[in-house]
């Protein structure tokens, strides 16, 4: 067994994406020696933040790529709607309060930002955008990081954690003990733990485990092996470990990595049948950005875990193509034969809905008055008979983005022991996102969380590991 001296780190970061470079730069920044153990190899490090695009910023004038005004009130009040409440308002107004000023400092680390892409997402007032991505700003992060000193190791996945009475003493990676003055944990959520997803999402009435047909949109190395060590431990929650980010994706997408582009965006625009050729939800209901977070579930609720978004040609050119082309027919038998849906079934569910449909007049960019009548489930918005070839169809299965659960924090991001905060333990980004954001979604919310809290830890364990030389010293 190998054994570092306990002393030689200030601060142990462990995870490799955005909240964990946020809290190892500014730990680092603060003064403290910094070890950053990240569980992927160096090409793939980075976690979900890599995949990114763009945070959500307050700002009460126009700020370079960011248009009008957003202000605290607005972002308080929009998460307050999609959390349903599910929220801690002290800490969601610190993360507020933080992403307006916080893009100084990201520049600082060679964050650069551009305008917004126009089209169907409106985000050009409430987001800004990474530019070259989430991976060029993890690759910023990681070359600052490096310039000023921080260590960092790959494949180092942390398996277990040492605490004495709510105190980190060391983390292991196998037989491995690193010691540390302070740490901060920023390894994601469980999201690519298979067996706990599956544990998590149960069994449903026909028998199938509907996890077992999820893609996981990001990386395949948050396993949650922190949050189950946290949960051994004692450590105080949060959230519902059956809730996740599922988004309806490419049916074609791979297991891990798809990213943004294996998402399909063309569902207010058409129908979505199951493997039954039956819809079975308002495709209309609402603007795609307040919806696609919601048709993962739909999906999974369906036999197979399988739908089929159906478009004509006068869909074209007002969604943003997938990276896959879809199956394209000019009649919807041979589509239906191309998706390997009964045929029958499919063109009776697309002639019902076309007679249902009562067209006005057709704009995307409000919630238009073209509707069904007659028909359930109805489509509320949007609807336009599918009638014109060539008929394209994209099969979708759930993609899950990231889950909930995470542990409790105050607003110095400790973790906490039967209500009692840790003095060097610290928690960011998604492991504790669930203080913020308790369900549902708004974008660009991940990365605000993570910069603010994986700033606040770095900062507060640099400060402990002080106090922890200042008392040993004494
Ligand atoms: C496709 C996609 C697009 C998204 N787009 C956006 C967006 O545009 N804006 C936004 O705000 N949010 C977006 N999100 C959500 C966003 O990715 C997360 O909110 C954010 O990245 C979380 O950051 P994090 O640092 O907590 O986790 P991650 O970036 O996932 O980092 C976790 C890190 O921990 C490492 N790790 C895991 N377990 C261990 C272990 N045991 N030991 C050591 N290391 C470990 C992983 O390898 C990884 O490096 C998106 C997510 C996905 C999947």
Known sequence: MKEKH??????????????????????????????????????????????????RCMHDAPQDVLTERYPEEEFWQDLLKVTGGMTNEKLARLAIRESSSCRDWMRKHGVNFQPSLSGTLHLSRTNAFFMGGGKALVNAYYRSAEALGVRIRYEAPVDRIELENGVFRAAWVGDERIAARACVMAAG??????????????????????????????????????????????ADMIGDPSQSHCVAID?????????????????????????????????GEDFWPKRYAIWGRLVAQQPGQIGFSIIDAKANGRFMPPVFPGAKADT??????????????FVRTVREYNAACHVGTFDHTVQDDCHTEGLSPAKTHWALPIDTPPFRGYALKPGITFTYLGLKVNEQAAVHFSDVPSPNLFVAGEMMAGNVLGKGYTAGVGMTIGTTFGRIAGAHAAAAARQGESHAIA
């Open 6 to 55: 306990p002393g030689t780190v200030d601060v142990l970061v462990i995870g490799g994406g955005n909240a964990a470079l946020c809290a190892a730069l500014m730990a680092r920044e603060a003064g403290a020696s910094v070890l950053l153990l990240e569980a992927a190899p160096r090409e793939w490090r980075g976690g979900n933040s890599s995949h990114t695009r763009n945070l």
């Open 189 to 234: 959520g469980f999201e690519s733990n298979r067996e706990w997803l599956r544990e998590a999402w149960g069994q449903n009435e026909n028998g199938e485990w509907p996890a077992d047909n999820f893609a996981i949109r990001g990386t395949r190395f948050n396993r949650g092996v922190l949050l189950k060590a946290m949960i051994d431990a004692g």
């Open 251 to 283: 049916a074609r997408a791979p297991l891990y990595d798809g990213g943004i582009c294996t998402r399909i965006d063309c569902v207010s625009l058409g129908i979505v049948v199951n493997k039954h050729a039956e819809r079975f939800y308002d495709e």
């Open 332 to 345: 919807l038998e041979e589509l239906a034969r191309q998706l390997g849906i009964d045929e029958a079934a």
